[in-house]
């Protein structure tokens, strides 16, 4: 006989048998419905993280306009002539930059850029370093 037909040493009889398969089921049945009730609350949690984007980003926009509309129409119109002109001087070094880069040193940069919008994580982890490294280097020269 086989050790799942024996308990303690005796022969289970074909009642005792079936009592512990019904068992076996019922724990299978709350098992499952454990197991779903997870599920449905990885779905709740995800709906209700949706709603809080999109509450948070109605909020955002209320702000903005609010902002907007606190904001005296001469300095939003200085605001935006400034921002016009920093685009202006950012595109002009930008294409300044572009044509005095060699050609090896541009594809390598091309290369990295690709690299670093592959490895989200990784560049930020080079960024702190580069940002310590920066402030070590500034703090020795202080001394």
Do not use: C, F, Y
């Not at 709350?30 to 995800?46: I, N, P, T």
């Not at 709906?47 to 005296?72: G, H, M, N, Y």
């Amino acid at each position: 006989m086989s050790s799942e037909s024996q308990h303690n040493g005796r022969t289970l009889s074909p009642d005792e048998l079936r009592e512990r398969v019904e068992g076996t089921r019922e724990q299978l049945g709350q098992s499952v419905e454990e197991l779903a009730g997870r599920v449905d609350a990885k779905a709740r949690m995800r709906e209700r993280t949706t709603a809080i984007t999109a509450r948070t980003r109605e909020k955002a926009a209320r702000v903005a306009r609010l902002a907007q509309d606190r904001t005296p129409e001469p300095v939003r119109r200085k605001a935006v002539s400034a921002g016009t002109r920093i685009g202006q001087g950012a595109a002009a070094v930008a294409g300044t930059v572009r044509s005095r880069t060699p050609a090896p040193v541009s594809e390598k940069a091309g290369q990295a850029a690709r690299a670093a919008r592959s490895r989200p994580g990784l560049l930020a982890v080079v960024a702190a370093l580069l940002v310590v490294w920066a402030g070590t280097r500034r703090s020795g020269k202080r001394r």
